[in-house]
């Protein structure tokens, strides 16, 4: 079973700074790729940035020059900075990580999500 435990958000002022981040743990095969979703109240939940594991990157277009995707391989961590916040930033945040097992098989696994609010 795998393990995703996140951690960094809470309240920020617009145009604050936040750094969420995101530990797997228990029965690891080979991370693929990692990434991070936010779902805000009423709406779907929505990529907001990926990373492979050559280190290959994607944003989405509302958070590209404001978000910075990256991971710790040797930790099984998974960072998102993210700066010049914006109200319509608000959102629970999910880690996703995506693992290939040694019989080919392609494993999903999400975090329990966590809060990120933007207001003065």
């Known amino acids: 079973q795998v393990q995703l435990a996140e951690s960094g958000g809470g309240l920020v002022q617009p145009g604050g700074s936040q750094e969420l981040s995101c530990t797997a743990s228990?029965?690891?095969?080979?991370?693929?790729?990692m990434a991070w979703y936010r779902q805000a109240p009423g709406k779907e939940r929505d990529l907001v940035a990926h990373?492979?594991?050559?280190?290959?990157?994607n944003y989405a277009d509302s958070v590209k020059g404001r978000f910075t995707i990256s991971r710790d391989n040797a930790k099984n961590t998974v960072y998102l900075q993210m700066n010049s916040l914006k109200p319509e930033d608000t959102a629970v945040y999910y880690c996703?990580?995506?693992?290939?097992?040694?019989?080919?098989?392609?494993?999903?696994?999400w975090g329990q999500g966590i809060q990120v609010t933007v207001s003065s």
């Open positions: 996703n990580i995506d693992q290939r097992t040694p019989w080919g098989s392609t494993l999903i696994s």
């Open positions: 228990g029965k690891l095969f080979s991370i693929h790729a």
């Open positions: 990373i492979t594991s050559d280190g290959g990157t």
